[in-house]
């Protein structure tokens, strides 16, 4: 079953903030986000693991809350190249090589 | 390093048609994937292979086959194309062997469309 993302779209300004949300309905090992360019393939932003940390980079970030199956991707002071397509990926299990990703979040960036 | 390469980039085909998708990665991955992707659905996984010879469904199977040949390659085969298989079609790899866990890597896609 698909990992639910919200919302399914947002608009911002140049500089706003933004937050994604990543839910599943079953207990979690890992959190994958992924952003796409439009006509482009996915790439890889950051994996979050069941008792890590919480990650990030530049301005991007995101948590993982095990208990409740949820992940949260940050974006702080926005950027025109942060627009696209932003999917998280969900492991249930250490070694279990599933991947499955979620509907998926548009996010643009207006100047 | 070419990484995840898929061919062909875009397919047309009438209902009924059959043909292959074909994927290789020169990473030396174990695990590899089949994703289509539909407006609003995001990425749904149809296949995926944990290791050479083994596969698995995913979550929308119906009307795929796949054939890990060897550890490089991974291929996607429609037996009687239909026009609800129209689709943006990925290939990705990672390898997590030993691993807490690795990022997946796409390949460029293929857009299929069926008429």
């Known amino acids: 079953q698909q990992p639910v993302q919200s919302p399914q779209a947002v608009i911002l300004r140049e500089g706003e903030d933004a937050v994604i949300n990543c839910s599943s309905s079953k207990a979690l090992y890992s959190v994958h986000w992924y952003r796409q360019k439009h006509g482009e393939a996915p790439v890889f932003l950051m994996i979050l693991l069941k008792g890590g940390e919480q990650k990030g980079h530049d301005k991007i970030s995101a948590s993982f809350n095990e208990k409740k199956q949820q992940s949260s991707l940050y974006l702080t002071a926005s950027q025109l190249s942060y627009s696209g397509t932003y999917f998280c990926?969900?492991?249930?299990?250490?070694?279990?090589?599933?991947?499955?990703f979620g509907t998926g979040t548009r996010l643009t960036i207006i100047p | 390093n070419a990484g995840v390469t898929q061919n062909p980039k875009f397919q047309v085909l009438k209902t009924g048609q059959s043909m292959t998708l074909q994927c290789a990665q020169d990473m030396n991955h174990n695990s590899m994937y089949w994703y289509r992707q539909d407006p609003g659905m995001g990425l749904r996984l149809i296949y995926y292979?944990?290791?050479?010879?083994?596969?698995d469904k995913g979550e929308v199977p119906n009307g795929y086959n796949v054939s890990r040949l060897n550890k490089r390659e991974f291929s996607l085969r429609l037996e009687s194309a239909a026009p609800s298989q129209t689709s943006v079609y990925f290939c990705?790899?990672?390898?997590?062997?030993?691993?807490?866990?690795?990022?997946?890597?796409f390949g460029q896609g293929t857009r299929l469309t069926v008429v």
């Open positions: 990926g969900t492991r249930k299990d250490f070694g279990n090589e599933k991947l499955t």
């Open positions: 990705a790899s990672s390898e997590t062997a030993g691993l807490p866990d690795t990022e997946a890597f």
């Open positions: 292979s944990a290791s050479e010879g083994t596969t």
